[in-house]
T-cell receptor, first 111, second 115 residues
Framework: GNSVTQMEGPVTLSEEAFLTINCTYT??????LFWYVQYPGEGLQLLLKATKADDKGSNKGFEATYRKETTSFHLEKGSVQVSDSAVYFC??????????FGTGTSLTVIP | EAGVAQSPRYKIIEKRQSVAFWCNPI?????LYWYQQILGQGPKLLIQ????????DSQLPKDRFSAERLKGVDSTLKIQPAKLEDSAVYLC?????????????FGEGSWLTVV
């Protein structure tokens, strides 16, 4: 079946620290991979995506590389800001564009 | 471009009452999704429409939940009768098509509290 496993939270970092949120997946076929972000009181927004192996998605200083050999799509940012405080969801889609989401990782960045 | 619109934003009802949520997807988006997000969890797909046909409703509790997408545009999700465990955020989302890899765009959600 299809599933996504995310690093457990919550994660608390100081401003300008390096961020990694781990995501691994199980999928039939060739999935596309996504990271969505949810700010307090808002809906989910696309952060970045990759549609094939070795692709790197990037946006707002965040990056993630689609690693087929390790079935992973880890999210990284070199220097986090207070405004990055949110919940981050890893997701995959397969045939029919059916999305499967991880449980989310809450990030708090302190000044 | 207008985003996915949902209403109401917040609803409090007593158990065994009914509630309905409305969604208007992004113009031109053929695929519409309803997700349930319980606090502290990831979104769970309830139902996926392609135009006005159902693609997947395998996780929809059909004894109490129903959804329709008449004319392939707006959609309504209904719960009747509500249970305490239905307290959650109901997220509507849409995508241009059901081809894998299409980004889905979410509305702000409808927060339901059942007391």
């Amino acid at each position: 079946g299809n599933s996504v496993t995310q690093m457990e939270g919550p994660v608390t970092l100081s401003e300008e620290a390096f961020l990694t949120i781990n995501c691994t997946y199980t999928a039939t076929g060739y999935p596309s991979l996504f990271w969505y972000v949810q700010y307090p009181g808002e809906g989910l927004q696309l952060l970045l995506k990759a549609t094939k192996a070795d692709d790197k998605g990037s946006n707002k200083g965040f990056e993630a590389t689609y690693r087929k050999e390790t079935t992973s799509f880890h999210l990284e940012k070199g220097s986090v800001q207070v405004s990055d405080s949110a919940v981050y969801f890893c997701a995959l889609t397969t045939t029919g564009n059916q999305f499967y989401f991880g449980t989310g990782t809450s990030l708090t960045v302190i000044p | 471009e207008a985003g996915v619109a949902q209403s109401p934003r917040y609803k409090i009802i007593e158990k065994r009452q009914s509630v309905a949520f409305w969604c208007n997807p992004i113009s031109g988006h053929a695929t519409l999704y309803w997700y349930q997000q319980i606090l502290g969890q990831g979104p769970k797909l309830l139902i996926q429409f392609q135009n006005n046909g159902v693609v997947d409703d395998s996780q929809l509790p059909k004894d109490r939940f129903s959804a329709e997408r008449l004319k392939g545009v707006d959609s309504t999700l209904k719960i009747q009768p509500a249970k305490l465990e239905d307290s959650a955020v109901y997220l509507c989302a849409s995508s241009l098509s059901s081809i894998s890899g299409n980004t889905i765009y979410f509305g702000e959600g409808s927060w339901l509290t059942v007391v």
